[in-house]
């Protein structure tokens, strides 16, 4: 019994590591999205000024704002030009869709805690169950309880 109980402590112990990073990235990725929801407020602000804009992974080349107009990649790598306003739309969308993700993600962790303290508390029970002093269930025995006894009954 002892070995099931360790074994399904292990799994849940894989399973919350694993919301665990998917937590983590859902909140790196709300982080940047903002962050971009943030920058696309400053991009009227410093219309023909010089930017940095990344061409690849860290790799950046000087250029100058000369519009508002974006191109936005809406999926399957698939681009059409969006307004400002219509592209933050977008991005608050993907926050919010974000966050039902970590909402989901912590009620998932909330069973298994659920699911640890009732195995807990199943395992108690039955080790209050079983007697030390005669090794039976819900016994009745009338020996002298020593501090090791944990049954609840008269001895």
């Given at each position: 019994m002892d070995e099931e109980i360790n074994q399904r402590f292990r799994i849940f112990e894989r399973e919350i590591a694993q919301i665990q990073e998917q937590l983590q990235a859902i909140e790196q990725a709300t982080?940047?999205?903002?962050?971009?929801?943030?920058?696309?407020?400053?991009?009227?602000?410093?219309?023909?000024?010089?930017?940095?804009?990344p061409i690849g992974?860290?790799?950046?080349?000087?250029?100058?704002?000369i519009s508002d107009e974006l191109t936005v990649d809406v999926?399957?790598?698939?681009?059409?030009?969006?307004?400002?306003?219509?592209?933050?739309?977008i991005i608050l969308e993907q926050i919010?869709?974000?966050?039902?993700?970590?909402?989901?993600?912590?009620n998932e962790?909330?069973?298994?805690?659920?699911?640890?303290?009732?195995?807990m508390q199943e395992v108690q029970k039955k080790e209050m169950k079983n007697c030390d002093h005669c090794?039976?269930?819900?016994?009745?025995?009338?020996?002298?309880?020593?501090?090791?006894?944990?049954c609840e009954h008269e001895h």
């Open positions: 982080l940047d999205l903002s962050q971009i929801n943030f920058g696309l407020d400053e991009i009227p602000k410093n219309k023909d000024s010089e930017i940095l804009a992974r860290g790799i950046f080349v000087k250029a100058k704002i999926g399957e790598g698939t681009f059409v030009k969006k307004t400002i306003p219509e592209t933050k739309k919010e869709k974000l966050n039902n993700m970590k909402n989901d993600l912590e962790l909330e069973k298994i805690n659920q699911e640890i303290t009732n195995i090794s039976e269930e819900d016994c009745e025995c009338e020996e002298s309880c020593d501090e090791n006894c944990q």
